[in-house]
């Protein structure tokens, strides 16, 4: 019984480890892109991601190394583990969210964007429409504890991308001691690539207070729970589906294919990110040696080229494209298991995309009419 219960609390330990480092190490202090809506004023942030995770996995390694810990305790304890992180966030989201008042939801509204995106959020209902949609997508817009110190968006991503990174590395070792004589490269191959998307985030933490989470969600069951069960648990799938299997020996075109697909959407994801990213606290900057072009009303901005003029989420795309990378690089094309991945990018990019262009079409107008003639596609070009 000791077994299960440890693996059941240990991802509760692993979130309070990280919000204790989170607190402690040091971190970047910059200002976000969300205005709170009392007082005006734009949100600051502690930013150390990048630290709490290193110091977490260099604990893990080191309880690995010196054997308090056997490399694959995370697999062997993976039911119960998810079932905990699973209960925790259903506990988390129902406090999160039965302690606002109702009107919080309505006062917050959704935080003001700098730039004045203060229209709420098309496509979700509005706030208050039933406790039911209160509890899926909260009350509370911009959560903070300790203070100010530690905002509750970018912890919860912290905690579920850190964890994700402790599921993959004890999955992978799983494989490595089941199948010491032959392992496959696929595994190899699958962690470096999903490692890649996790410090990829925590590289470029502070782009990420330029998008829609930040100013358009809310903080309710779909976020907390999104991040302390979904995201570490379920972007493992791959792994989960196929770490017991034996190595598949693919030809060696797959690999080179799934990197290939992995980084072709890493590419225009990050590129278009960074471009946004640069464009909003600069609109003349330059980016990769594209002089931004934009659409204007005389008041406001909406950038139309590179990036942003191949369709209008093309880093969507990106990340649909990843993903299949990440689902062929395991070289199991046929098992289900990987395939989940991708498949549940489309079922959350696709309606978010037209989520976000209504969104968009109320707050800029007959701006974004211009700018969807101007770039008819919402994802892929010629295609949709
Ligand atoms: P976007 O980065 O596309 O942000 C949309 C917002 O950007 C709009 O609401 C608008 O906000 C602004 N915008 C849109 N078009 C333009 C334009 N042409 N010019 C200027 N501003 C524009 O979407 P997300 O925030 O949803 O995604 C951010 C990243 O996170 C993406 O790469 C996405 O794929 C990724 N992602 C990853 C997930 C994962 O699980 N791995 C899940 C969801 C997203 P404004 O009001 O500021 O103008």
């Known amino acids: 019984m000791i077994g299960p219960l440890a693996g059941f609390f240990a991802p ?20 976000g892109y969300v205005r709170d809506e009392r007082t005006g004023e734009l949100l600051r ?45 259903l506990l988390l989201s129902a406090a999160v969210v039965l302690t606002a008042p109702k009107a919080a939801a309505d006062e917050a509204g959704a935080g003001r964007a700098a730039g004045g995106a203060s229209e709420p959020v098309a496509g979700q209902p509005p706030s208050g429409t039933g406790l039911i949609a209160d509890l899926y997508l909260g009350r509370r817009i911009n959560p903070r504890m300790f203070r100010g110190r530690v905002d509750a968006k970018m912890y919860l991503y912290l905690a579920g991308a850190t964890l994700l990174e402790l599921n993959l590395l004890s999955f ?52 907390v729970w999104g991040c302390l069960f979904w995201y570490p648990y379920f972007y493992a799938v791959g792994l989960w589906a196929v770490a017991d299997l034996p190595n598949p020996h693919a030809p060696a075109w797959l690999p080179v294919l799934a990197a290939a697909t992995f980084f ?51 880093n969507y795309l990106g990340e649909i ?25 489309l079922a959350l990019l696709l309606p978010r995309e037209r989520d976000d262009d209504r969104r968009c079409a109320a707050k ?7 700018y969807r003639e101007k770039v008819p596609w919402r994802i892929l070009p010629r295609v949709y």
């Open 12 to 31: 509760w330990a692993v979130f309070a480890g990280i919000l204790l480092l989170h607190l402690v190490l040091p971190a970047r202090r910059v200002t």
């Open 45 to 89: 942030y502690r930013l150390n991601g990048l630290p709490v995770f290193l110091v977490v996995i260099g604990g893990w390694f080191a309880a690995g190394c010196c054997g308090a810990m056997p490399w694959d305790w995370l697999w062997s304890h993976r039911w119960p583990g998810a079932a905990g992180a699973l209960t925790l966030g």
């Open 172 to 223: 992978a070792a799983h494989h490595f001691i089941t199948h010491a004589g032959d392992p496959s490269p696929g595994v190899v191959l699958y962690v470096v690539l999903l490692t890649w998307f996790v410090c990829d985030y925590l590289v470029f933490e502070r782009v990420h207070l330029y998008t829609y989470d930040l100013f358009a969600e809310r903080v309710g069951f779909k976020l």
């Open 264 to 314: 072709a959407g890493w590419i225009l994801a990050r590129g278009a990110n960074m471009q946004k990213f640069h464009f909003k606290r600069d609109p003349e900057r330059a980016f990769l040696g594209m002089v931004p072009r934009a659409l204007s009303d005389g008041e406001r901005r909406v950038l139309c080229s590179g990036f942003w003029g191949v369709s209008r989420h093309v």
């Open 321 to 345: 494209l990843m993903a299949t990378g990440l689902a062929l690089s395991l070289g199991w094309p046929l098992v289900l298991g990987p395939w989940l991945y991708p498949m549940y990018y």
């Open 364 to 370: 800029y107008g007959p701006l974004w009419e211009r």
